[in-house]
Antibody
Framework: QVQLQESGPGLVKPSQNLSLTCTVS??????????WSWIRQHPGKGLEYIAY???????YYNPSLKTRVAISVDTSENQFSLKLTSVTAADTAVYYC??????????????WGQGTLVTVSS | DIQMTQSPSSLSASVGDRVTITCRAS??????LNWYQQKPGKAPKLLIY???SVQSGVPSRFTGSGSGTEFTLTISSLQPEDFATYYC?????????FGGGTKVDIK
């Protein structure tokens, strides 16, 4: 079964860029048929979708983050990545990678990575 | 964006209780609605997809229903491992949105 694992710095300074990687195991990122996704959760708060992307390149961004976010897939490494630019304290959150799967227009997030806490602080 | 509103935001219940959580969408979303369970320090876990389809491995005490703008997640007999926060999520729009969550704790 497909498993996901996030990696990246746990501390980022304000105004810098946040970069995270999700490593996919148990299946090929280019053939599993998922959209590869990032979701975040501010401390003690709810879930917020950031972006998702197919292995063929179709991308969808949360409109509220669109100007600062880029998602990419590296099929050779079986990884996908998130870049969030010009971070502020408001970007402090647990970041999850997830597979968005489904059929037809029905899509759901499963599986999920364990999540990684990113703190924005000087 | 489609707004998803859950109620209540929290509830206290006892083991064995029947628990119902409601999720309302700001516009009609057919049955493009999923439910997740999240325990502290853990990633969310898919429970229900397409409003009423139970994910493999999820106990049968979890059921989902609804269509259009109003949806419910029901736990028929609350078990100790069910104390958690529950989220709904719409996939009608490509701009996916989640409800604010319902925390179920021990009475």
């Amino acid at each position: 079964q497909v498993q996901l694992q996030e990696s990246g710095p746990g501390l980022v300074k304000p105004s810098q860029n946040l970069s995270l990687t999700c490593t996919v195991s148990g299946g090929s990122i280019s053939s599993v048929g998922y959209y590869w996704s990032w979701i975040r959760q501010h401390p003690g708060k709810g879930l917020e979708y950031i972006a998702y992307m197919s292995s063929s390149g179709s991308t969808y961004y949360n409109p509220s983050l669109k100007t600062r976010v880029a998602i990419s897939v590296d099929t050779s490494e079986n990884q996908f990545s998130l870049k969030l630019t010009s971070v502020t304290a408001a970007d402090t959150a647990v970041y999850y990678c997830a597979g968005l799967q489904g059929s037809g227009n029905f899509h759901w997030f499963d599986p999920w990575g364990q999540g990684t806490l990113v703190t924005v602080s000087s | 964006d489609i707004q998803m509103t859950q109620s209540p935001s929290s509830l206290s219940a006892s083991v064995g209780d029947r628990v119902t959580i409601t999720c309302r969408a700001s516009q009609r979303i057919s049955n493009y609605l999923n439910w997740y369970q999240q325990k502290p320090g853990k990633a969310p876990k898919l429970l229900i997809y397409a409003a009423s389809s139970v994910q493999s491995g999820v106990p049968s005490r979890f059921t989902g229903s609804g269509s259009g703008t109003e949806f419910t997640l029901t736990i028929s007999s609350l078990q100790p491992e069910d104390f958690a926060t529950y989220y709904c999520q719409q996939c009608y729009s490509t701009s996916i949105t989640f409800g604010g969550g319902t925390k179920v704790d021990i009475k």
